[in-house]
């Protein structure tokens, strides 16, 4: 599945390249299309039309098909096809593998911290509150989205697309060609990946943390209820033996602590239906259907019988 | 409730809210700087040679994001990403350029419809029903007679001959080879001229300059 999403994001990049280097009106990921029909970035749509003040048909018609479309599957666009993601892992390549191993042994112990934690809490999980998702709240990409809309407003035209790495990107591929094929010399042939470098270390995490296109399809991802990972929990592992797993939170592209929603950094609605957790799952418990409702837990389950009697006996009964 | 209360120190330390303080700060840096960046609009843009439907540079610059589609969708190849001398902001707005080619409004492609409006869509490029190529001005024809073949009595007049609208006249100044002249009023800066002037190829009279003898320029907004 990881190969099948790079091939369809990469696939797609190096199509739309072709689409630049051959001169063809198929646009970039920012305005992509031919003729009469055209889909915009959804950011982009709003950004430029508050900013000309116009209300453009193909800016709308844009807006509506990408909104329902966030509200089906979420955040998608960023598991599939945005190509930022493809130059993260380009970039991961050069990490070490130490400092890679590092990393992933961290979050291991963070998510296996977490469940002991839950799991020897002694609750019965269908009394307590904390495995269920955590009330949405805005995070730093919201406050990224709140100055890329403040400064528009403020100035008259959208800001935040001459940053855009998705932008940066495409732009690169537009003056390296021109480079070689016009031998049109411009210091933007080193500046704008210059740019895009510059931002990809500056803002490590970009996606997770300050993509102001994330944030707004966070907001829209609110609304969303397909294909949202749910966990059987009669074959979840955590929950039918007691015992910590949390694989599918270790592996999340999206941060999300899949198995303990409440201690993601970041809630369900930023699934990008990778589907990493179902492929990191033993048990085969994970999946991504059709109708999935709010949370993970669906229904009272009952795991004290499980746990560890010494973490329960240093507890003081009853609480 | 036992665990908000009593055990707190217990929670793992990831805890639910986790956002952390550095984060917010950085994510704060972003949006100061994309203020900064947008105040850069009150230095100011030199003004530019912009496709059919982009001389209200007001809109275009409200209204375009940089998706790139019409300079794909020039059949002449004529439409180019503007580079950083025009200006911070405008970096990647869609700027002319006449090296090999000009604007005849589509109309050996498209019957005289400009494509590039019709990619456009943003509607950053857009014109009102009532323009034609003869009133849109894209920017103003100005030889230089210090390069100019002409003015060295080659009688050359390739531009002459290229010129669509009649904008190029060629006067005989007391005897010379005739010379071109631009008549101010007819010209629209599609430039024909300027994609055939030969100033800086033609062998040994080739000038030493970096431009044509016959380039287009943007019109200064008074
Ligand atoms: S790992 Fe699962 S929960 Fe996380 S983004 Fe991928 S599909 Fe969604
Ligand atoms: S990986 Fe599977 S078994 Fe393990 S915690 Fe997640 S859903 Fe349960
Ligand atoms: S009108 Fe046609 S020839 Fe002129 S700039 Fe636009 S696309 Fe190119
Ligand atoms: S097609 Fe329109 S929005 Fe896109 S780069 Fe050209 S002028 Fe800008
Ligand atoms: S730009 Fe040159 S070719 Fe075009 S109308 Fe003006 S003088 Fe004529």
């Known amino acids: 599945m990881d190969k099948l999403r790079i091939a369809v994001s990469g696939g797609l990049f190096a199509l739309l390249s072709i689409g630049i280097v051959a001169g063809l009106s198929t646009g970039t990921l920012s305005g992509f299309g031919w003729d009469a029909f055209s889909l915009l970035c959804p950011f982009g749509a709003v950004t430029s039309m508050i900013a000309a003040h116009l209300v453009v048909p193909r800016g709308v018609v844009s807006l509506v098909l990408m909104v329902a479309f966030i509200a089906v599957f979420g955040r998608a666009f960023c598991g599939w096809v945005c190509p930022v993601p493809l130059g993260k892992r380009i970039s991961g390549f050069f990490k070490s593998a130490n400092r890679r191993k590092v990393e992933q042994d961290e979050r291991r112990e963070r998510m296996l911290d977490i469940a002991r934690h839950q799991l020897s809490c002694g609750t019965e999980c269908s009394e307590c509150a904390s495995c269920k998702q955590r009330r949405a709240k805005l995070d730093s990409r919201h406050v990224v989205l709140g100055g890329a809309l403040l400064s528009t407003v403020a100035f ?70 397909t294909f949202r990972p749910v966990i059987d929990e009669s074959k979840c592992i955590e929950s039918v033996s007691g015992r910590p797993c949390s694989r599918c939170s270790m592996v999340c592209e999206a941060e999300i602590n899949v198995r303990h929603p409440e201690f993601g950094e970041r809630t369900l609605d930023d699934c990008t239906r990778c589907r990493a957790c179902v492929e990191a799952c033993p048990a085969g418990a994970l999946s991504l259907p059709l109708r999935s409702g709010r949370g993970v837990q669906e229904g009272p389950v009952t795991i004290e019988d499980n746990v560890d009697p010494s973490v329960l006996a240093s507890k003081p009964a009853g609480e | 409730m036992s665990m908000e209360d009593g055990k707190k120190g217990a929670r793992p330390a990831v805890d639910a809210a986790a956002v952390s303080r550095r984060t917010l700060m950085a994510a704060a840096g972003c949006s100061v700087a994309l203020m900064g960046l947008g105040a850069l ?53 869609p700027v002319l350029s006449f090296d090999d080619s000009y604007c005849d409004w589509c109309a050996e492609e ?14 950053a490029l857009h014109l009102p029903p009532e323009a034609t190529a003869e009133k849109t001005i894209i920017g ?28 190029i006249e060629l006067r005989t100044d007391d005897g010379t080879n005739p010379r071109p002249y631009i008549i101010e009023d007819r010209c629209n800066g599609c430039g024909a001229c300027e994609s055939v002037c030969v100033s800086l190829t033609a062998g040994a009279l080739a000038s030493s300059a970096s431009e044509r003898a016959v380039v287009i320029r943007p019109i200064e907004k008074a």
């Open chain 1, 156 to 225: 008259g035209f959208p800001v935040f697309c001459i940053v855009c790495p998705i932008g940066l990107a495409f732009a690169t591929v537009l003056l390296v060609w021109r480079l070689f094929a016009n031998g049109d010399v411009s210091i933007l042939v080193v500046a704008v990946p210059a740019l895009l470098v510059l931002e990809a270390t500056l803002l490590r995490k970009w996606c997770a943390r300050f993509c102001p296109l994330a944030a707004f399809m966070n907001l829209i991802g609110r609304f969303n209820r």
């Open chain 2, 41 to 93: 609009k009150y230095a100011g843009t030199p003004a530019q040679l912009r496709p059919p439907g982009g001389q209200d540079e007001e809109r275009l610059m409200a209204a375009c994001i940089r998706c790139q589609k019409c300079f794909g969708a020039c059949p002449r190849r004529i439409i180019v990403p503007a580079k950083l001398e025009s200006g911070v902001l405008s970096v990647r707005t």
């Open chain 2, 110 to 123: 498209n019957g005289g419809v400009p494509l590039c409006v019709s990619a456009c869509p943003t509607e």
């Open chain 2, 140 to 167: 103003m024809a100005k030889i230089d007679q210090k390069t100019c073949l002409a003015f060295r009595d080659t009688g050359c007049r390739y531009c002459y001959d290229a010129c669509p609208y009649d904008a």
